[in-house]
């Protein structure tokens, strides 16, 4: 057990050494996808962003045109170039609706088990458990000029309605949750910086393994069994 701990400890500590802050967490059993990884729908958008012709780190470019990253880089260089910022805002236990009584709901206390049995290839019992959990996503836009935040946010809002099959992965289902008024942060380089939040809700599902060693023999005073 403490072994495992370990191993998960490491796998944990690699993803975030990385330069992309994600590791690829699908497989497949029984035909049921194995956990999500959140990050990945930042690389989903980001994918997108790129095939779109939308990223640019000029600043003479289109207003159309930015910069994305995840939210709190380590270093921050405007430069007037546009910036749209990738944040997981909120995350918590699924909250699913009680049919008998849609006034109230009840939240999932802990992960369901899944599936259970003997790995031939490490010699391992397994017991896999599922989790969904409601996630909100911000996505922030900042901009010297204001006009290019409200054009960018109105690029945002028909991306996620036109091309929802290239964002929704690993998600099993996501919605709008609307966008904030235009906000004044500060000056830069004596130039203001304007910025709006628009929020998405994204379900997603994690699966964790839990490995027990199988019991091989067991000793009774000076006899095995």
Same mark, same amino acid.
């Given at each position: 057990?403490?072994?495992?701990?370990?191993?998960? !400890?490491?796998?944990? &500590?690699?993803?975030?050494?990385?330069?992309? +802050?994600?590791?690829?967490? @699908? *497989?497949? #059993?029984? $035909?049921?996808?194995?956990?999500?990884?959140?990050?990945?729908?930042?690389?989903?958008?980001?994918?997108?962003?790129?095939?779109?012709?939308?990223?640019?780190?000029?600043?003479?470019?289109?207003?159309?045109?930015?910069?994305?990253?995840?939210?709190?880089?380590?270093?921050?260089?405007?430069?007037?170039?546009? !910036?749209?910022?990738? &944040?997981?805002?909120?995350?918590?236990?699924? +909250?699913?609706?009680?049919? @008998? *009584?849609? #006034?109230? $709901?009840?939240?999932?206390?802990?992960?369901?088990?899944?599936?259970?049995?003997?790995?031939?290839?490490?010699?391992?019992?397994?017991?896999?458990?599922?989790?969904?959990?409601?996630?909100?996503?911000?996505?922030?836009?900042?901009?010297?000029?204001?006009?290019?935040?409200?054009?960018?946010?109105?690029?945002?809002?028909?991306?996620?309605?036109?091309?929802?099959?290239?964002?929704?992965?690993?998600?099993?289902?996501?919605?709008?949750?609307?966008?904030?008024?235009?906000?004044?942060?500060?000056?830069?380089?004596?130039?203001?910086?304007?910025?709006?939040?628009?929020?998405?809700?994204?379900?997603?599902?994690?699966?964790?393994?839990?490995?027990?060693?199988?019991?091989?023999?067991?000793?009774?005073?000076?006899?095995?069994?």
């Amino acid at each position: 057990m403490r072994d495992n701990i370990k191993r998960e !400890i490491q796998e944990l &500590r690699s993803v975030f050494d990385s330069t992309d +802050v994600r590791e690829d967490s @699908s *497989n497949e #059993q029984g $035909g049921a996808v194995y956990g999500s990884d959140i990050y990945a729908i930042f690389d989903n958008l980001h994918n997108l962003f790129s095939s779109l012709k939308l990223l640019s780190d000029n600043p003479k470019d289109v207003a159309s045109s930015f910069k994305f990253i995840h939210a709190y880089p380590d270093e921050v260089k405007t430069d007037d170039v546009n !910036i749209i910022t990738f &944040r997981v805002k909120t995350r918590a236990p699924q +909250v699913a609706n009680n049919r @008998s *009584n849609t #006034q109230s $709901g009840f939240t999932s206390k802990g992960p369901r088990s899944m599936h259970e049995g003997y790995n031939q290839v490490s010699g391992m019992y397994e017991n896999h458990y599922q989790q969904s959990f409601d996630n909100v996503i911000a996505l922030n836009i900042f901009s010297t000029k204001a006009r290019a935040v409200n054009l960018l946010a109105q690029i945002l809002e028909s991306i996620f309605v036109k091309y929802r099959a290239e964002i929704s992965p690993p998600a099993t289902q996501y919605h709008y949750l609307g966008m904030s008024d235009v906000g004044f942060l500060d000056r830069y380089d004596q130039e203001p910086i304007f910025t709006r939040e628009l929020g998405f809700h994204f379900v997603t599902s994690e699966v964790f393994i839990m490995e027990t060693e199988k019991v091989k023999s067991i000793q009774i005073g000076n006899d095995l069994i």
